[in-house]
């Protein structure tokens, strides 16, 4: 932590001579951040937030949000008329409803080129890319000796009642597995791989806190979420009894950024804010302060990370964002009608 707080005050220090022309040096300026509550951590308001405060004599305030979509929706409806500057937490399954209404600027921070050509979800640069897992199903290993390998394993009866999902409409994650079995198994596929599927989900959750939560609790030794969680619970509670597997067909990344608003009334900061984030000093925080991938591709992942499960295929891209803004709602009716009746 002393090496990112030293480096964080170096540039700041830097940047300090420099304003926008909207901005008055003279007078205290507040960077509002809306962000997404799972992606942060008491590091981040501890240690980073003042020292940014201090240097800038700024003041930065958060505002956090259960989940992406409720912070992107609330953005949305606010728009011309927010004072919030950046959000912090929109992923790759949001960027057809965020590119939108002329919502964000487009920035490519200074720190781009080092970043992994196919983790830039957003080529228009509205959305920059912060961190990444692979979309995964978690298992507790000590009731779950062989788990599913493939999609078609995970429609074997051996698991009914065993799988705890997220609702693609409310939560990013599901949204993502919903993606994964339309990219994986084509417009007319996905829904059969849901039907066959549907007796071996024990529940559906809204979030992802809630369905975590149950989990933990031992109410299904299933779950949907990100390859990367297990390492959160070597590290802190030194256990291995989570695992995670990805089917072998092919995987799809969970991909995690941030956007500067358009009605920023403090772009320079906002800008500077951007670039740490995917600065190295960050960006080698992120495995152990938020257990997901830095996108800098000259960060060397830790010892525990060699665990993680290899994905064969990578669907991720598969799915354009003129073809998601199309079909969206198709395919959200389709699971709806399969899952939920």
Known sequence: MKKIVLFFLVILILSCSKQDKNENPEEIQTLNIYAVDVFLNEDFYENIIPIFTKIFKCEVNITKFPNALSMLEKAISEKDSTDIDLLFGIDNTLLFLAGKDSLFIQYESKNLHYIHEDLIFDKKHQINPVCYSNIAFNYNSYVIS????????????????????????????????????????????????????????????????????????????????????????????????????????????????????????????????????????????????????????????????????????????????????????????????????
Request: no cysteine; glycine share 6%.
């Open 146 to 341: 062989d788990p599913p390998i493939t999609f078609g394993e995970m429609q074997d009866g051996k698991f009914k009642d065993q799988i705890i999902i997220l609702d693609p409409r409310t939560s990013s994650i599901g949204r993502a597995m919903l993606y994964w079995s339309v990219a994986a198994f084509g417009r007319n596929g996905y829904g059969h791989f849901w039907r066959s599927v549907k007796e071996n989900v024990f529940s559906i959750f809204d979030n992802q806190n809630d369905a975590y939560n149950a989990y933990l609790a031992g109410e299904a030794p299933m779950i949907i979420g990100m390859e990367t969680t297990p390492i959160y619970h070597i590290q802190h509670d030194n256990t291995d009894e989570y695992k995670s597997t990805i089917p072998k067909e092919g995987g799809f990344k969970f991909i995690v950024g941030v956007g500067i608003l358009n009605s920023s009334q403090h772009k320079y900061y906002a800008r500077k804010f951007v670039d740490f984030l995917l600065s190295r000093e960050f960006q080698e925080m992120i495995t152990e302060e938020m257990w997901m991938k830095p996108v800098n591709k000259r960060i060397k992942l830790p010892v525990d990370y060699e665990i993680l499960p290899q994905i064969t295929k990578d669907y991720t891209n598969k799915l354009s964002t003129r073809q998601t803004r199309w079909q969206y709602n198709e395919w959200i009716a389709k699971w709806k009608r399969i899952m939920l009746k």
